[in-house]
């Protein structure tokens, strides 16, 4: 039982460490007439999209489904605070 909760308290840190780090989730949608809609699920929701705001590229690419993480490697909070500190 203890192992059991050992795995669950890892997987959630290292879920959480990666969503805090800028990395999400994404699933494409195929419209009509080949046209591609990307949804993108990050904790960092309400910034700006590109070129305003930081850029995400994909991680892992299963096709429909997959990972994204910084472009730049650097978390979204950090283009945050340095936006700010401009201000």
Do not use: H
Not at 14 to 35: E, H, I, N, Q, T
Not at 42 to 65: E, H, I, N, S, W
């Amino acid at each position: 039982m203890r192992i059991a909760e050992r795995i669950f308290q890892i997987t959630v840190f290292v879920v959480a460490g990666f969503m805090v780090w800028g990395g999400g989730f994404f699933w494409r949608d195929l419209l009509d007439g080949s046209v591609t809609r990307t949804n993108t699920y990050t904790l960092y929701r309400t910034m700006p999209p590109p070129p305003a705001g930081p850029r995400f590229c994909p991680l892992v690419d299963t096709g429909k489904y997959g990972l994204v993480g910084p472009c730049n490697f650097e978390p979204p909070f950090v283009w945050w605070l340095e936006r700010r500190a401009k201000a």
